[in-house]
């Protein structure tokens, strides 16, 4: 079940740019997964993949400390049939762009994320 679009993208970068952790993770299911390139830079993970809400809670409240000043800007959104995109403006003056996967309560259960070089 799909949120709705806009509502989602501005609840979602809302809660990052007040880097409320918990506030972050109630977007999403709790065996959710993330697969990112920043996974494989940050951890030297190959997959580049976590699983599980407290195992990326960890990996995000790490990056949060690192990056005491981010801020997401919303570009666009676009929708497929189980999934919302948001392109957005990330750290480091860097375009992302995430692909969420949503399960039938409207929690996201699985993200793709790209990143520009």
Do not use: C
């Not at 403006?89 to 860097?94: G, I, L, M, N, Y």
């Amino acid at each position: 079940m799909l949120p709705n679009p806009q509502q989602f993208a501005k609840e979602w970068i809302e809660s990052w740019n007040s880097h409320d952790i918990d506030r972050i993770l109630e977007h999403y299911s709790d065996d959710f997964s993330i697969t990112t390139p920043m996974i494989q830079r940050l951890l030297g993970n190959n997959e580049g993949t976590l699983y599980g809400k407290k195992v990326i809670k960890k990996y995000w409240e790490d990056a949060l400390e690192k990056v005491p000043d981010l801020h997401f800007e919303l570009l666009d959104i676009t929708l497929g049939v189980t999934s919302i995109a948001l392109y957005y403006k990330s750290v480091f003056d860097t375009r992302a762009m995430e692909v969420m996967f949503f399960n039938d309560e409207g929690k996201v259960e699985k993200v793709v994320a790209h990143y520009s070089d």
